[in-house]
């Protein structure tokens, strides 16, 4: 009674915790462009999407992903053949142990006529299936504790996924190996299911039991009389055979029963078979209930994800229903770190020190952002490090196993933490080409340039484009209101720009001059005139130019230039001074920045 109260309780708290994980994928927000999308509008797009596909010719394409992607595991398998077998062991040994042995009242006895737990295929099976579940644990460990595969972490949740996984299948099979070898099942087996009174019968079973299934007997004990053994295996066949095969074809027990045979009379006396079942019982109660809480959601979000990117369509699916997969995508990651070991930023990531440049570290990141979680200054910089400086080779997203959309995801958080207001200097580098791709992924109005503009005044604040000759340059810093005097220093090592004679090559062979039907207009001094400046010593006219903002950083002026100048470089150069710049007023130091061109 009380365990079935506490299986209710288990199934209750996974429904509950299942229903609230799958609103959430409507409920909750993440980018851009989301918000006039309700949720009852979310439900109603992905219900359309759902009838959609289903009465389309995109329901093969459905079909076709749940076979190679949920069933087989393609994706897995063409990165990782160890990996594949791991998982092919856990999740495919536990799901068949749950529909054959844990839902058997419900599944395996309406199917299957005749069916009991110790006869074959079933006795068999279960162990079968508790060995692949066993390989698969031992593969896992195997991976994060020896082989230490890289960018795969462990967290507390993956050790409790592991704990839990081994307590319910050791306590399986050492509860089922206490029963073979106990005197008291046997008793309770011959009470309830065998018509026998004649003690001699009785005994005869009994002699066959413990000679044949492992069952350790306080009355008889080997080498027995071959008449008696004879006479036990006539009974058995009457009485116990239609319903209970050999104890060896549950190898996992069997072997279990033979190696506490020397003590199963003890584990029997203190009812250790009971204590081991309630132990089994508790573990799956408590990893049920615990699932919709932990990253093994995974095994219910993964397949949907799946099955959700194989039939969607960039340009084409409801920004409802991509919005809502976005969300849903967060779940499904299973923290592989396969995105990260093929990511082309992992470099900088070891460079800066900042582990939110990794796909994989970012996920988590976005959960905790989703979630409404707090987070601070360091944290939010960082992030937009992470997203920013995506390369966006899409790398990730063709090897996620999960299928996880993770290049899509990236660019709609990275607009939604620019246009929140965080400004980030890297919107005015090469980076940015991304965007200029993209620019009507943000609906909203000016989306595109705002970011741009913010950045521009964070890290330049307003520089006085044509000053004095005679004075310095001033960089204003905007949110203290305060004017710093800045210095430029000149080496002769550095002085590339001394040997223009003013073709003008540069100018003409740039994309961004190009893009412009009065270029001087809109970007200040083009390419040319900036070396002139310099050449002058006019750095504060150069400085001040928005072309050094507006460079693209792809070097054709630089490789076509007749006289070997490092006009790319240059601007380069400025442009990380004025970075710089912004770092050291917004922590007040008196110091006079220099940068060397």
């Known amino acids: ?39 009852s509008e979310r439900v109603t797009a992905a219900l ?13 394409t459905l079909i076709k992903a749940f076979i190679f992607d949920v069933v087989i595991q393609q994706r897995i398998l063409k990165e990782d053949f160890l990996r594949w077998l791991m998982h092919t062991l856990l999740y495919g040994g536990f799901m068949l142990l749950l529909l054959l042995h844990a839902l058997d009242d419900i599944i395996t006895e309406p199917l299957f006529h005749g069916y009991y737990s110790t006869v074959n295929p079933y006795f068999f099976l279960r162990n079968l299936f508790a060995l692949m579940v066993i390989a698969g644990l031992a593969i896992a460990l195997y991976r994060r504790f020896i082989l230490k595969v890289p960018r795969l972490k462990t967290s507390g949740m993956d050790s409790y996924a592991i704990i839990i996984v081994a307590v319910i299948i050791v306590s399986g099979i050492l509860l089922e190996g206490i029963k073979i070898a106990s005197y008291t099942e046997f008793k309770i087996m011959v009470e309830d299911y065998a018509e026998i009174d004649d003690p001699d019968e009785l005994k005869a079973v009994e002699s066959y039991w413990v000679e044949n299934f492992g069952v350790v007997s306080p009355n008889v004990k080997g080498p027995f009389n071959q008449d008696i053994l004879e006479q036990g295996l006539e009974v058995h066949e009457a009485n116990c055979a239609d319903c209970h095969s050999a104890s060896q074809w549950a190898f996992g027990g069997y072997v279990t029963a033979r190696v506490i045979s020397p003590v199963a009379l003890f584990l029997d006396s203190v009812n250790a078979s009971t204590i081991l079942w309630y132990i089994h019982i508790l573990a799956c109660f408590s990893g049920l209930a615990y699932l919709p809480f932990s990253k093994m959601f995974h095994i219910i979000a993964t397949p949907v994800s799946l099955l959700a990117n194989a039939v969607m369509e960039d340009g084409k699916s409801s920004p409802a229903n991509i919005l809502t997969k976005q969300v849903m995508e967060l779940d499904a990651c299973t923290r592989c770190g396969t995105c990260s070991l093929h990511c082309s930023a992992v470099m900088a990531s070891e460079s800066l020190g900042n582990e939110y440049i990794l796909p994989s570290e970012k996920i988590s990141f976005l959960k905790a952002m989703v979630a409404g979680k707090e987070l601070n200054d360091g944290e939010l910089k960082a992030i937009q490090e992470g997203v920013y400086l995506c390369t966006n080779c899409n790398r990730c997203t063709v090897v996620c196993p999960s299928g996880i959309n993770l290049k899509e995801l990236w660019f709609n958080v990275r607009e939604h933490l620019l246009q929140e207001g965080y400004p980030e200097p890297l919107v005015l580098s090469q980076f940015s080409f991304i965007r200029g791709l993209n620019r009507d992924y943000n609906a909203q109005a000016n989306g595109y340039f705002k970011p741009i503009k913010d950045a521009q005044l964070a890290v ?4 006085d484009a044509i000053m004095d000759k005679s004075k310095p340059l001033y960089l204003k810093d905007r949110e203290q209101g305060e004017r710093v005097r800045l210095r430029i220093k000149l080496q002769s090592e550095g002085n590339t720009y001394s040997s223009c004679f003013g073709c ?6 740039c994309p961004v001059v190009g893009n412009y039907d009065d270029p001087e207009k809109r970007l200040g001094l083009l390419p040319h005139q900036i070396m002139f400046s310099l050449g002058l010593g006019l750095v504060d006219m150069a400085a001040g130019s928005k072309m050094i903002w507006d460079c693209l950083t792809c070097y054709q002026c630089q490789e076509e230039c007749p006289q070997n100048v490092k006009i790319t470089d240059i601007l380069y150069d400025l442009k990380n001074f004025a970075v710089r710049n912004l770092e050291k007023t917004s922590e007040k130091t008196d110091s006079v920045p220099q940068v060397q061109v």
Do not use: D, E, R
């Open 460 to 463: 330049a604040g307003n520089f």
């Open 1 to 39: 009674m009380v365990f079935t109260l506490l299986l209710y309780i288990s199934l209750a708290i996974f429904i509950i915790g299942s229903i609230y994980k799958i609103y959430g994928w409507f409920s909750k927000k993440i980018g851009i462009s989301v918000k006039n999308i309700t949720t």
């Open 504 to 509: 003008q090559t540069c100018t003409t062979i």
């Open 48 to 60: 359309g999407g759902i009838l959609k596909t289903i009465f389309s010719i995109k329901i093969f």
